[in-house]
């Protein structure tokens, strides 16, 4: 019989099910070593590369000791949305908070929820790549909204100005009927 090789793997080692998730988490997020796939790895060089753009970090892997090189780069691309009139402006999330803030006033949602409502649509518009258009945008918060508030859903989809044209209005409503005869 062999016997297993001694691992340094904090993955490979955990036992009790709260580091198991502490390590479902880093698992999700984190670096694997190129290696041998280990999640535990220690940085052990970092300085800034590109002016500033992006940070190169030398990493050792805990289990293995294989040494990779890897690079975190700023987001900073920013998000555009295209007007009705053609316009082109940076995306505003302040502005979509506030959209949202007023649909749900006196509803039971909270600000943090609102906030991951912003963070969702901003992810979901950069997911489209390149400039979206209002109407984009209005689309994502009807989509949060629809499943977070239906009150608040139907504010936002009344006041709502920047639907292409009417068909899309009849298809938030038909969507609305939908849901409210399957409840
Ligand atoms: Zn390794």
Partial sequence: M?????SKCAFRNSRTIAQLIYLAELL?????????????????????SEEGAAIRRRRSCTDCG???TTYERLE???????????SRQPFDRAKVASGIQAAVKGRPVEDIGIMAMVERIEDKLRLVGGDVTTSDVGHSVLDELRAADEVAYMRFASVYKNFDDAADFRRELALLQKRSTRA
């Fill in 76 to 86: 900073n691309q920013p998000l555009f949305v295209i007007k009705r009139d053609g």
């Fill in 28 to 48: 999700l997020s984190a670096v694997h070593c190129p290696s041998c796939s280990c999640v535990d790895t220690k940085v052990i060089d970092s300085r800034e």
């Fill in 2 to 6: 062999r016997l297993q090789p001694v």
């Fill in 66 to 68: 294989f040494r990779f």
